[in-house]
C-alpha cells in the first residue's frame, strides 16, 4: 500500500533517522569545545559558561567516583529545585557512568525514603534547604550527601526578584558523609574514563505515585 505521505515527502529528504551511538555527555563536550565562552545558562542574571560547565561537571563526577565510590550503573538521587547545581549534577551523574534519578523537592521525608530504598542509592545531590527532608535518612541508606547553596550561583546584581530560598546564604552544613558544594569543587577530583554507551540506562524517572508508590519508569 502507498504510504500516504509519500506525495507531500521533500525531494531528498531521508525518511529515517540515524540515531547516534554516542551517550548524553558527549553532546555537552562537543558544545563546550565548539562555544567555550557562550553562556549555558542565566541564573537570575548570573551567566555560566559552556566551558565552566564542563569543568564543573568533571570536578563534580570525580567527586562522585573518588569520595562516593559511585560506579557503573549506580543510581544517584537528585534532589534539587531548578538550578545550575541540578543541571550540573545531572550531568556529572551521566558523566560518573551512573544513572540520574530526579525527585521532586516537594517530596517529604518518608516520601523521599521511598526512592532511597527502591533504587538502593547510597548517594544524593541535593540543597540546604532540603537537608531537613534529607537527615532522617541518613542511618537508613543514604551514605553521601552533596548539599549546595542556590546563592552560590548568584554573582551578578540583579532587579529580578530572587526567593529567599534562592537567596539564602551558604551555611556551613555537617555530618557524616555531608560535603558542601563549595568544598567538592574546591577538591578538583577527575572522573575516570567514560564508558557508558547509547544502550545503557541513563535517567530513571518516577511516577507521581498518585495510586500506590511512585514507580520507576
Sequence with gaps: MPDPQSAFWPAGLPRHLTVPRTNLFYNLEVAARRYPDKPLAIFYDTPL???DFLH?????AGHLEIVCGVKP??????????SPQFMLAYYAILRANAVVVPVNPMNLAEELRHYVVDTGAA???TAQDLMPQVRPLMTHGLRHVLVAAYADYLTVPTDLPVPEAI????EQITGEGVVLWSTML?????PGAITAGADDLAVMPYTSGTTGHPKGC
Excluded: F, K, M
Design 186 to 190: 574546591a577538591g578538583a577530583h577527575r
Design 56 to 60: 564543573q561537571v568533571e570536578t563534580l
Design 123 to 125: 548517594t544524593i545531590v
Design 49 to 51: 559558561s559552556y566551558a
Design 167 to 170: 537567596a539564602a546564604p551558604r
Design 73 to 82: 550503573g549506580d543510581r544517584v538521587l537528585l534532589y534539587l529545585q531548578n
